[in-house]
């Protein structure tokens, strides 16, 4: 194990890592997977409570999914996208267009989230140019949003954390102040209120509609924020406002789509849908890198045309609809079918938060345990009465993270913020596991003392 350690701490620059903390935390060399577990190269298991960045859908190494894609490999492993086409994708595009919300129609592929955001974006900028709203230039997000860390990702995202550094790069965009339930400003609850937050979107609406092209949100749960979940109404109401302004109403299900919600999509909560939705993570089971923007017949009819008029939507990827990945993204979609996955996960859901909520609902550094399907975020703070935050410097959550890690439980904080979000196939008794591993690494770091 020490070698390899070695060997990619000489070479290798680690994803959203301070690589100094690598001097204290070692990179930890995963030789294999088998459901919720990872194994390192000494043998020690960890569960995987966060499904590796959320992508893991169906568990590591999943039997079906390893034989559909070692099928495929003796077939065919790339073709150029560009005037040819393959099987694999033909019905992957059949299958989900049986499952999207109404009206999303035409599925265009990519490599990953930020990617497909960037089609998004794209799309939204062009579409109203082609059919004459030439002022519609700009964008619209909600504060503490996160969409990936390309430039055009993180131009609509509002997370300082990615993007404070690169503002002089990036294109100005319209913020508007997200919902935050737990600490909501007009002392509503979540799950009892007209969505009054909805007043700040109205009124960005109002001043700045006319030259936005389109608004993208994070349905239901922004996640990078610390997994902030509010009312559906909001999505509803913000249909409305778009239809009413010609406004471009995107939805990045990257971290909501597949389950995750409870349902298929977290847009699948609301009475309405998007008019574009990207996807990628769960998309293909965390197996192969893949993504797709989705959109309606409207606004891909108005990419159609002879091509001198210069309509065409002149964005492509090398590996646009890989063959590989679309069959692990069809697999994916045949296991949640015929094994009833998201039902299973509908049950475990519900024994999830009750254990949660019953083993820490009383700790006085535990504010909030909020939940929706399988996700659950436990929101650590000084004092429950007036929720203040813990000193970012003082890095509670990464301290419990080390402890957890240390007993087999990968609980990758978000600041102060520890979320469980497993495999859709996880059972009780590794739930009672994890959660018992959870528990114990926030008592040895947040003692209660009587």
């Keep these: 194990m020490q070698k390899w350690c070695e060997k990619d701490l000489r070479y290798i620059w680690h ?20 459901g919720i577990y990872l194994y390192d190269k000494s043998g020690k298991s960890y569960m995987d409570i966060i499904s590796s960045w959320w992508c893991n859908l169906l568990g590591h190494c999943h039997p079906k999914m390893n034989e559909a894609i070692k099928s495929q490999l003796d077939h065919l492993e790339h073709v150029m996208f560009a005037n040819f086409s393959h099987e694999p994708a033909i019905k992957l595009c059949e299958t989900l267009s049986q499952i999207v919300p109404h009206g ?51 131009s609509v995202g509002s997370m300082d954390l990615y993007a404070k550094i690169y503002k002089p790069m990036l294109m100005e965009t319209r913020r508007i102040p997200a919902p935050d339930c737990y600490r909501c400003p007009f002392q509503k609850c979540r799950n009892h209120c007209n969505v009054e937050c909805f007043q700040w979107v109205k009124e960005a609406f109002d001043k700045y509609a006319e030259k936005t092209c389109a608004i993208i949100v994070e349905p239901l749960l922004q996640g990078s924020a610390g997994m ?107 296991i949640l079918r015929e094994d009833k996955i998201l039902e299973k996960a509908h049950r475990r859901a519900r024994y999830l938060h009750a254990l949660l909520k019953a083993k820490l609902s009383e700790h006085p550094h535990v504010g909030e345990i909020r939940h929706i399907g399988l996700i659950n975020a436990i929101e650590l703070v000084v004092n429950k009465s007036t929720k203040e935050s813990f000193d970012p410097t003082l890095r509670i959550g990464y301290q419990i993270y080390k402890v957890a890690l240390s007993k087999g439980l ?36 947040l003692p209660v003392t009587r």
């Design 15 to 34: 994803p959203c890592s301070q690589m100094k903390d690598y001097e204290d935390l070692k990179p930890i060399v995963i030789d294999r997977g088998q």
């Design 228 to 334: 902030r979940i509010y009312p559906a109404d909001y999505l509803n109401k913000l249909r409305a406002l778009c239809d009413e302004y010609q406004v471009i109403l995107i939805a990045d299900e990257i971290a909501t789509g597949f389950g995750r919600t409870g349902k298929m999509f977290a847009f699948d909560h609301t009475q309405v849908s998007p008019d574009i939705m990207c996807l990628s993570k769960g998309l293909t089971g965390g197996y192969m890198p893949m993504a797709l923007t989705v959109t309606t017949d409207k606004i891909y009819n108005a990419f159609y045309a002879d091509y001198h008029e210069g309509k065409a939507f002149m964005h492509s990827h090398t590996y646009s609809g890989h063959p590989l990945g679309c069959v692990a993204a069809l697999t994916v979609q045949q």
């Design 104 to 154: 999303l129609t035409k599925f265009y592929f990519s490599d990953d989230g930020s990617t497909a955001v960037e089609c998004a974006l794209k799309m939204s900028f062009q579409y109203q140019h082609q059919v004459g709203f030439k002022k519609k230039t700009k964008f619209m997000c909600l504060s503490d949003g996160y969409h990936g860390e390309t430039l055009g990702a993180l």
């Design 410 to 445: 990968i609980l990758r904080p978000l600041g102060n913020i520890l979320y469980f979000n497993p495999p859709l196939i996880i059972r009780e008794e590794e739930i009672d596991a994890a959660v018992q591993i959870c528990v114990d690494s926030i008592h040895s770091i």
